[in-house]
């Protein structure tokens, strides 16, 4: 009879990204299995040291904030303008995306009080941000924000409680009828800015904003991208053409580093750059 690894031994390896074809491994006896599995842990965390110690001594910055730094150094360059918006926002706020309190999404946001949430989304606070940008300057707004968002997810491996967001927003920029032209645009110009090359922009329809245009590789979405007018806007007090993107950043560390999972790469006092610290 076969042995294979043991709860224990298996939990261990998933902590050390060991991959599905190391934690099936089989073997002929409890020995040769113990025997193996010392060598590969060993090895596994030999490798997750190295990896600190090199992110301690050059790169300085985990995956996740790198890919915020590329993204900010193109946006930059193609005109937007950083914003930084509260954390917290008011239930009316909510009410205008239609996330109303009969809304199943309602039972995934973090209630502060019965008027207040931790925001789940960037996207209440950008809409007032531009329309009133745009009151201002009577010209193109091109406005973006990265920072945390939150709600109450699944916890699976896609997904986490407390996630990172880098959304921008260009208004009054294109005319009517080419937006989802420069949706893709703009979608394929971000991707090469974070050197992603094997994904595909899925156009999709969406509960809160009509058609989306996502961005998916393999069986992840990276992305997802929105434009208007559409029946949100006149609640915002917006009615120029816009187009806007919002990126997954711990979803696309998740990619470029290929790990299994996204605690890994989140917000985390167990991992550091996708390296467990129990080495």
Not at 24 to 38: A, D, G, H, I, V
Not at 98 to 108: F, G, Y
Not at 215 to 231: D, K, Q, R, T
Not at 237 to 243: C, K, L, N, T, Y
Request: hydrophobic content about 35%; some cysteine.
């Amino acid at each position: 009879m076969s042995e294979r690894f043991t709860t224990t031994q298996i939990q261990r390896l998933i902590e050390l990204n060991a991959g599905e074809d190391r934690e099936k491994l089989e073997f002929e006896s409890t020995e040769e299995r113990n025997r193996n599995y010392k060598i590969i842990e060993g090895a596994l965390v030999k490798e997750h040291k190295e990896k600190i110690k090199k992110l301690l001594e050059k790169d300085r910055r985990p995956l996740s904030l790198q890919i915020i730094r590329n993204l900010e150094s193109w946006l930059f360059e193609e005109g937007f303008t950083q914003v930084v918006t509260p954390t917290m926002i008011s239930s009316s706020m909510l009410e205008k995306m239609t996330i109303t309190k009969d809304h199943p999404l309602t039972n995934q946001v973090f209630w502060i009080d019965s008027k207040k949430c931790l925001r789940p989304m960037l996207a209440p606070n950008l809409y007032e941000v531009m329309r009133d940008l745009y009151k201002v300057s009577k010209d193109t707004v091109r406005i973006f924000e990265w920072g945390s968002c939150f709600r109450k997810e699944s916890q699976g491996a896609e997904h986490m409680n407390e996630f990172t967001m880098l959304n921008f927003v260009e208004l009054a920029g294109v005319g009517e009828g080419c937006q989802m032209e420069r949706l893709k645009s703009l979608a394929i110009s971000a991707m090469k800015a974070i050197g992603i090359e094997d994904y595909e922009l899925v156009t999709e329809k969406s509960e809160v904003y009509g058609e989306t245009l996502d961005i998916v590789s393999g069986e992840l979405e990276l992305a997802s991208g929105a434009y208007g007018p559409h029946f949100l806007d006149s609640k915002w007090g917006v009615f120029e053409p816009w187009v806007g993107i919002g990126f997954g950043i711990e979803r696309i560390a998740m990619k470029l580093g290929q790990y299994e999972t996204i605690k890994r790469v989140g917000r985390s006092t167990t991992f550091l750059d996708g390296s467990p610290l129990s080495l």
